[in-house]
Nanobody
Framework: QVQLVESGGGLVQAGGSLRLSCAAS????????MGWYRQGTGKVRELVAR???????NYADSIKGRFTISRDNAKNTVYLQMNSLKPEDTAVYYC????????????WGQGTQVTVSS
């Protein structure tokens, strides 16, 4: 029903920046919330940032002040601007969306690798 396609991952030096994008396609009435999660090697998947339909945002403490989540409703796309990247930010980043179709469903993207070198 819904597909999430991430892009923008890659390899950067510590202190550098990346912008992740996630485009939602398929059949749905609205996107209630979209967010980014990450999972480092041998670690549990954790919330990075999330933005709800009302515009409220939620950030992990570890990235507050460095990452910014935003959305483009016309394109059904969410972005994650990542600045001042640190090696500990290295992980696979996954896009997540909660949509109404008209019932509520949750979807995940395939993930995009972010690697930050020292």
């Amino acid at each position: 029903q819904v597909q999430l396609v991430e892009s923008g991952g890659g390899l950067v030096q510590a202190g550098g920046s990346l912008r992740l994008s996630c485009a939602a396609s398929g059949s749905f009435f609205r996107i209630n919330a979209m967010g980014w999660y990450r999972q480092g090697t041998g670690k549990v998947r954790e919330l990075v940032a999330r933005i709800a339909s009302g515009g409220s945002t939620n950030y992990a403490d570890s990235i507050k002040g460095r990452f910014t989540i935003s959305r483009d409703n016309a394109k059904n796309t969410v972005y994650l601007q990542m600045n001042s990247l640190k090696p500990e930010d290295t992980a696979v980043y996954y896009c997540n969306a909660v949509v109404q179709t008209p019932r509520t469903y949750e979807y995940w993207g395939q993930g995009t690798q972010v690697t930050v070198s020292s």
